[in-house]
């Protein structure tokens, strides 16, 4: 069994390209005062902006996907998210 546990050290100790690790996160960005925060991803054919929203009542955190299609107006397409991201609060 050290002949494996060697293996595997050797193999995560490795050289290995640093941005194939990281995620694809374009921009972060928290909103403090109701809890959103909101973080941006390259995709393909457009991007992707994740919303996660802390409900103070049921103490969860919740989470939508909008997907901004290369095509679409990028700021319209953020602004109704954001929007819609604070009607429901």
Do not use: C
Request: hydrophobic letters at 40%.
């Amino acid at each position: 069994m050290n002949w494996l546990r060697k293996a595997v050290r050797n193999w995560l100790s490795q050289d290995r390209p640093v941005h194939a690790m990281k995620e694809t996160v374009v921009a972060s960005r928290d909103i403090n005062q109701q809890g959103m925060s909101f973080n941006l991803y390259r995709a393909v054919g457009g991007h992707i902006l994740e919303s996660r929203t802390y409900n103070h009542k049921t103490d969860r955190t919740e989470g939508t996907l909008y997907m901004i299609h290369e095509d679409d107006d990028f700021a319209k397409q953020v602004a109704q998210a954001i929007m819609l991201e604070q009607m429901k609060l």
